[in-house]
């Protein structure tokens, strides 16, 4: 079964609109999570490190003030994306390793598909 | 040169094929290895590990090169269900705490 779980999987909004992606890990404890973005037909964009309990950390190029990260616990994780535009549609995905286990793979979860009108 | 570098393909193939792939990566002191698939408008999912001695799951067979720094994937018996971009992911730092990097993918498609 899905060990990373993530909602909403579809968001259709108008522009200006707030929206918030959550992120759980479901069996096991994260202390840190991945936020990555999608384009159609192009590769992974780590966009962010989710740290529970402290700042995130964004990658060159992410806008912190628009991608709002919220890690309360370690099993959740909240991407909000801020006063969303149409160039803000993407397929963005989260992601999780068991804690500090350094042989263990990354589970994803299944996406949010985001569509800003 | 990039991380982790793969051929983008696409690699086209009929049913019954054995079609196999490489991934390089850069940092010698990488620890652990995985092939991920992802299917058009879907997430990544994990399709094995790659251990030091090889594994295999399957018609599927990993192995790692490390004097040469590469992983590969070999899939035997093509399906028409296999055709995806494959993901290879490697973890540079030993850590738990990092995410692992990935390639861009090598798109694999099957025909009848």
């Known amino acids: 079964g899905a060990v990373v779980s993530q909602h909403p999987s579809w968001v259709i909004c108008k522009s200006g609109t707030s929206v918030k992606i959550e992120c759980r890990s479901l069996d096991f404890q994260a202390t840190t999570m991945f936020w990555y973005r999608q384009f159609p037909k192009q590769s992974l964009m780590l966009m962010a490190t989710s740290n529970e309990g402290s700042k995130a950390t964004y990658e060159q190029g992410v806008e912190k003030d628009k991608f709002l990260i919220n890690h309360a616990s370690l099993t959740l994780s909240t991407l909000t994306v801020t006063s969303a535009h149409p160039e803000d549609s993407s397929f963005y995905i989260c992601?999780?390793?068991?804690?500090?286990?350094?042989?263990?793979?990354?589970?994803f979860g299944d996406g949010t598909r985001l569509s800003i009108l | 040169r990039k991380e982790v570098e793969q051929d983008p393909g696409p690699f086209n193939v009929p049913e019954g094929a054995t079609v196999a792939f490489n991934c390089t990566y850069s940092?010698?002191?990488?620890?652990?290895f995985f092939w991920y698939r992802q299917d058009c408008r879907k997430e990544p999912k994990l399709l094995m590990s790659?251990?030091?001695s090889g594994n295999e799951d399957g018609r599927f067979t990993a192995q790692l090169n490390r004097a040469s720094q590469y992983i590969s994937l070999l899939i035997r018996d093509s399906k028409l269900s296999d055709s995806a971009t494959y993901l290879c992911?490697?973890?540079?730092?030993?850590?738990?705490?990092?995410?692992?990097?990935f390639g861009k993918g090598t798109m694999l498609l099957v025909s009848p």
């Open positions: 992601s999780a390793r068991d804690l500090g286990y350094s042989n263990q793979p990354q589970h």
């Open positions: 940092n010698s002191a990488s620890q652990s």
């Open positions: 992911a490697v973890n540079p730092f030993n850590s738990g705490y990092s995410t692992l990097t």
């Open positions: 790659v251990y030091s």
